[in-house]
């Protein structure tokens, strides 16, 4: 074994990266940090050339954090500001100070629309699909009720993948949906797109979520692992651990007894 640093030298070896990268990103006690995070873990034990470079690789094709991470913080597509009407000359007698006053507001409306997509794009992401890209489709995970506890840190966020077919607008495209889509309208923002970044590794599996028209999908409660009550200054509410369905047991939620009796009464009948 070799050190550098203090810390254990990896060779050349592919594979070896590979295990290290793996256990670091996708076990149970590491939960897919992102890629600031792994390589602060990482570097504390091992070192090779390129080490951050390939972490940063890792990451990003990781299929499930595609699926559950936001990729940026800015908002996706530049600003598309109406544009401004020309005036309509169909009298030629018409006053010469009116037909003034028009072009100095016509002139004024067309400086404050260019100042305020200047402005707004320096906050905005400029980002373009080509026809035949995959991409993700963005879906709200929707329960309807108040969270005492933890929220769930892979739960889906975008769902697919999805090809693109075409390009309807500077900021909206066609997507090629399944047949149990038919009654969502398959054109979308650019802001509800994420790219796929295709990787040899990934197995995507069947969506088994029922998506709504609104693109939210209702979560359903499988069993209630836990009862306790919470104390606050003047009352007592009792609470809940319930497991839902397409998460695990560590993913439970403390949810209202009250709500979760009035919302799933079949989940109390014993």
């Given at each position: ?10 060779p ?23 890629e600031?995070?792994m ?22 094709k ?111 495209y ?35 979520i ?61």
């Amino acid at each position: 074994m070799l050190l550098y640093q203090g810390r254990i030298y990896i060779p050349n070896d592919v594979d070896l990266k590979q295990i290290i990268l793996q256990e670091a990103h996708d076990s149970p006690f590491s939960m897919h940090p992102g890629e600031t995070k792994m390589y602060r873990t990482v570097k504390e034990h091992y070192w090779w050339r390129g080490m951050k470079k390939d972490i940063t690789k890792f990451v990003a094709k990781c299929l499930i954090c595609q699926q559950v991470k936001a990729e940026h913080q800015v908002l996706v597509g530049l600003l598309q500001p109406l544009p401004i009407l020309e005036w309509k000359r169909e009298r030629i007698t018409m006053d010469f100070m009116i037909e003034e006053k028009i072009r100095i507001i016509r002139d004024r409306l067309k400086a404050a629309s260019k100042w305020q997509k200047s402005y707004v794009d320096l906050k905005r992401q400029d980002i373009e699909y080509n026809v035949g890209d995959n991409v993700f489709l963005k879906v709200f995970p929707w329960k309807k009720i108040m969270r005492f506890g933890r929220k769930e840190k892979l739960s889906p966020c975008f769902i697919g993948s999805y090809e693109i077919l075409g390009r309807v607008s500077p900021l909206a495209y066609r997507l090629a949906l399944p047949l149990e889509f038919d009654r969502i309208h398959n054109v979308f923002y650019v802001s509800m797109l994420r790219r796929y970044r295709l990787d040899p590794s990934h197995i995507l599996p069947l969506q088994s979520i029922e998506v709504s028209p609104g693109l939210a999908y209702d979560e359903k409660p499988m069993a209630i692992l836990a009862k306790e009550t919470k104390q606050l200054r003047n009352k007592q509410i009792p609470l809940v651990r319930v497991l839902w369905r397409n998460h695990s047991k560590e993913e439970a939620t403390w949810e209202r007894e009250e709500d979760m009796r009035r919302q799933h009464p079949y989940m109390f009948r014993d």
